[in-house]
């Protein structure tokens, strides 16, 4: 594995020089001489890499002269990443896990450096922030985005706060869509593949006057699926989405632009299915433990049975708006104003247990609505001083109701019990915060940036919880509520120092906190579990050291980051499971403030032409996650549990990914571009509880593809396949070990291929 690892980066460093050394020499290949069709090609071909612009500091800026480390992938990037939702992002970033969510179709699950939201409960808050051109999205549930009309993606990745509405300990995915007035064209796409995908997708822009413009973008995204239950014959793991923006962008005056933005989205799908990694275990009363389920060892073969009727899926309706106003007061200041609605409602059956036993089933229904506001004041005098000064609030309330059935989770000497439980809560948080920073240039090639921001979090959480026993065991049904409010707050400052070498050599050192509220329990289902159902906030800071280099000629650029936090309070879901043997489960799942960590890594992203029409790129990244402490309970009643917590979840040693593709330049002024990748993640633990069955061991993907673009870019055809090597591997686990031994494994679509055409007007 450290070999793979080793040749990458030797790879790397190999071509460098040689990209280096040709950028003068291509750079004059483009003289004339030739017939006109080539003449044509010719006056296409790159002579240097594109000049990437992110908003990470909430200002256009070069991507090489910001003191961060982000990540951006352009429209034709994510195409060739093969990307259509944003977890196509998995393996192009540095020390990121993203992936969909546990046993859902709408969630995703993400991870920068060791940070995340290692439950998917709705009373958990995300650890990385998700924004659509600048609203922040409160919740994973509808965060796996379609990526149907992105301008750009920019991941940012460290503690973000004094830049950004909400504080994120982990980092940040910005998408922002295509605005009218910049893209005003259109664009029609149509895919198909295996496993019954068929897609559409298409944008077009309108500019009305020099005063208005308007954009209408969608998709329709549907495919059966690539789970089977062998016993019906129904497809799950598959979805039928579809996804409507439209943006009305006004300017009135040379001063003030205004866009109003509103987007709609409906999915209904299939469950997603995973697969039972651990054996399935009832209780019997009387007999003592019954082993229902007992796996075999074999690699998956994609399928899976489930105790839920066909037509008892996962839907969703995710909708919202926005205004965005900005406004030059005079040459030095800018007010900006971002206003958004948004309300999410998911119906989703979810087999825990992923086996045709009602052990883990539940249903959990989500109406979700948020409400937030920013204000920014920006100051630019032109020359060697920026500043921001922000305002931020959001209300979101959270009502969900849920049921878990449980039918074949207890028996009587042999006859089975019925369970059923039932939940309703309703969660709300207001957050406020006051944020400032500022950039100066004190020297000639030196300057400093100091931020500050102020958080406060409320959060109002009432919940109920009933069960109901089958016969003779009706006198232990119960009733248990709790109601709890709290309040946290915390002040989070940021200090960045960058010196430029050169016009094309930067360097910087940074430190950053981040800040993460507390939260109530939503699996606390006894008297005594509420009586500690409140758990604090987490807190991070990192520190970091960057250089980021480009090329004379533009025809190499690369980018080195090294880092370290110390993570405390990290709020841990587990399951409670002191006696394994014992014959009653104790359905527990704690929220434990229980550790600190210290994670430290390297990252390297880099990018280069070489000869003509011929890109390679790439990113190696290393993380050492491990914990200081982890206080359990658990492990001081059974010494047998010691390793439980040995490893970070969802924090592979080592990520990398190379891709190469060149641009074969044909008569006539056509192009035809060939590329592909491979991604390599080492051994990586999917739970919190760390789980033998649970720890996905390092593999390596490949993808291809293959592109024809028209003389005039009007028409395209492209054809992939992504996993190539039919790889098996997890993504994703439910770990819920005090309920029938639970340990299901969620995987990664195996090799799939597609033709799409598309249309450029």
Known sequence: MYRKQLSVAIMCALLAPVAWAQDDAIQSTTSGGQPAGQQDVADRQA?????????????????????????????????????????????????????????????????????????????????????????????????????????????????????????????????????????????????????????????????????????????????????????????????????????????????????????????????????????????DLALGPVVLHQPDGSEYDFETRTSFAPGQGQSLNHQGASLNVEWDLNSQWRFKSISAVRSLETSSFIDIDASEWELGDVLVEIDQTQASQEFQLQYDNGSNLQAIYGLYYMNEKVPSYQEAYADDLFAFAGAPITFLRTIDDDLETTSMAAFAHVTWEFAPTWTLAAGLRYSKDKKDYWRTTSTFWGPLFEAINETVAFEGEANWDAWTPSLSLQKAFSDDFMGYVSANRGFKSGGFNGRANSVAETRSAQFDPEFVWTYEAGLKARSDGGRLQGNVAAFHSEYKDFQARVSEVVNPDSPTPTFSFPVLNAAALKISGIEFEGAALLGEGTRLSGQLSYMDARYDEFVDPRVQLDPALSNLHDHVPFSPDWTARVALQHTFYLAGGSGLTLGGDVSHRDDTWLSVDNRPNLMQEAYTVFGLYGVWDSPTYDWQVRAGVRNLGDEVYMTDGQEFSSVGNIQTAYYGMPRNYYLSVRYNF
């Open 47 to 283: 002579v240097s890499l594109d000049k990437v612009e992110v908003t990470a500091r909430r200002r256009v800026e070069s991507i090489q002269d910001v003191p961060v480390a982000v990540s951006a992938f352009s429209e034709d990037d994510l195409q060739n990443l093969q990307a259509s939702n944003v977890d196509g992002l998995q393996g192009a970033v540095p020390n990121m896990n993203i992936v969909q969510g546990r046993g859902s179709s709408n969630s995703v699950n993400v991870f920068i450096r060791g940070i995340g939201q290692p439950d998917a409960l709705q009373t958990f808050d995300p650890g990385v922030g998700m924004y659509v051109d600048d609203v922040y999205y409160s919740r994973i549930n509808g965060a796996l985005f379609s990526l149907f009309d992105v301008q750009q993606v920019e991941v940012l990745r460290g503690p973000q706060g004094t830049l950004y509405g909400k504080n994120s300990t982990g980092g940040a995915i910005k998408i922002t869509t295509r605005n009218p007035f910049d893209d005003p064209n259109g664009a029609v796409e149509l895919t198909a593949g295996n496993f019954g995908r068929m897609e559409g997708r298409w944008y077009v822009g309108m500019p009305v006057s020099d005063r208005f413009a308007m954009s209408l973008s969608g998709a329709w995204l549907q495919s059966d699926g690539y789970v089977e239950d062998p016993t019906t014959g129904e497809d799950y793991n598959g979805e039928e989405t579809g996804v409507l923006r439209a943006k009305l962008a006004f300017r009135p005056t040379d001063a003030v632009t205004a866009t109003l933005s509103l987007d709609y989205m409906d999915q209904e799908a299939p469950l997603t299915l995973g697969r039972p990694t651990a054996p399935l275990v009832r209780t």
